[in-house]
């Protein structure tokens, strides 16, 4: 944590973010925002493609922007890793959910702290985490990675898939994702996607 400004208090950044569509959230998911809130004095969790999938998108990411790969709309989303995070003992004052469009980094000003009080927290698994740390850095983000030389164990696509064949999904998700879609679209999960 050398490249990090560090509060003398507790010895920690103020703020890491923490950012992803979690469609839904699995356990790798909360392992991240678990790793990178222990990183930092306040998490904040940044729930990108927040609304419909965005017209202009990086052509790293466009299978992320389909229709289909985003089925959880954002307040769905931010009630299963609220739940998340608060089951894995995390208090509900020491994290933050915001909307988080990165194709509009003029935005992102309305939604997160000033650049100097945060760090981005990013795992590397492809050229498109890559191409968001330029991004984050370019606009004067400071940018550090977490779990170097993990990887990428599971996906999303896989959970939204097990849905879709109403195969089930408890052994990829945190219990939350499940009690969240659960009380929202009752026992048939396979409608959600």
């Known amino acids: 944590m050398s ?12 703020y ?7 469609q839904p959230l699995h356990k790798e998911h909360l392992s991240y925002l678990l790793a990178a809130r222990e990183n930092c004095q306040h998490l904040i969790v940044a729930i990108t493609n927040p609304f419909a999938p965005p017209d202009d998108t990086f052509s ?37 959910i915001v909307p988080f469009e990165l194709t509009r980094p003029q935005d992102w000003k309305y939604v997160l702290p000033k650049a100097s009080d945060c760090v981005f927290w990013v795992r590397v698994f492809s050229s498109w985490e890559e191409r968001k740390m330029s991004l984050f850095s370019t606009h004067g983000y400071r940018v550090e990675v977490i779990n170097r030389g993990m990887i ?7 959970v939204r898939d097990r849905l879709r064949a109403q195969r089930d999904i408890s052994e990829l998700v945190p219990s939350a994702t499940i009690d969240v ?7 048939e999960l396979s409608y959600a996607v």
């Open 3 to 14: 490249a990090v400004e560090v509060s003398q208090s507790e010895g920690r950044i103020k």
């Open 152 to 158: 990428k164990g599971m996906t999303a696509s896989e």
């Open 181 to 187: 879609l659960q009380e929202i679209y009752g026992s």
């Open 60 to 96: 790293e990411s466009d299978h992320r922007n389909r229709s289909d790969a985003n089925p959880f709309n954002y307040f769905i989303r931010s009630q299963i890793i609220s739940r998340a995070l608060l089951d894995a003992g995390v208090s509900s004052t020491d994290f933050s």
């Open 16 to 22: 890491g973010i923490a950012h992803g569509r979690f």
